[in-house]
């Protein structure tokens, strides 16, 4: 069985990513530029390498109260391995919490061009619909949002896809009994498609972005080794028979 692939080769022990040598990218390039390499087949930009930066350094940690963070260090607190802790992180991710981000995209690509989209708002809140990449559990505003929109101004990464973003955001709230910022998967899921990035591969953006926030979580976990985190007994109603 043949496998196909553009991403790597390695010949007589030489290795090129999109035929990029690995080894001048190790001694010329940053990893966020090989990331942009490998994901998008070409070397960044200047502008696109700064911009890919601030969104991965925006979305590296969230706190200990996010849902991906709680559950690496409740499962590391089990004396389970650094891998299994991480995983278990990433899984706890979903469209509440860091997977938001696809979504936001496409909703905001198919809108691009939609004449009637303060009707389209109203209609998926009348339906009950919650828009992927505005609101917030604890945060009124966001900024990780507004300082990632202001870069994206700065570098020229500010187009349909953030405006539509931006005018989404505000006739959303209109209509709404809170207050909804666009969150940072709704900002990141606009600039990166601003930025020509799929809709596809956003998901893996975001994840690459947290998981230095938690192995940071994980090792502190296993360093403090404070015992197994679980419900104390009057956390627990029992509301059964
Ligand atoms: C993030 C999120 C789970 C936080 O929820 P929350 O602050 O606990 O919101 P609540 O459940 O208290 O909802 C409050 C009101 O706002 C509405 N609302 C919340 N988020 C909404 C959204 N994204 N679009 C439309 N309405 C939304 C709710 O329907 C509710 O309206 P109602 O009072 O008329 O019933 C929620 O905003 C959401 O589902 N957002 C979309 C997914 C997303 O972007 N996730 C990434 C987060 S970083």
Known sequence: MKWETKITNINNGQETIRGKKLSSLINNNTFTETIFLIWRGRMPKTAETKMLDALLTAAIDHGIG????????IVASAKNSLHTALTAGILAMGERHGSAIENAAKFFIENKNNKNLVQTIKDLKDKKVRLAGFGHAVLERDERSENLLKIAKKLGFF???CKIATATGKELNNISTKHLPLNIDGAMGAILADMGFDPNIMKGVFITARVPGLVAHIYEEITNDTGLRRLSENEIDYIGK
């Open 66 to 73: 996010t849902a991906s963070a709680m559950t690496a260090r």
């Open 159 to 161: 187009k349909d896809i």
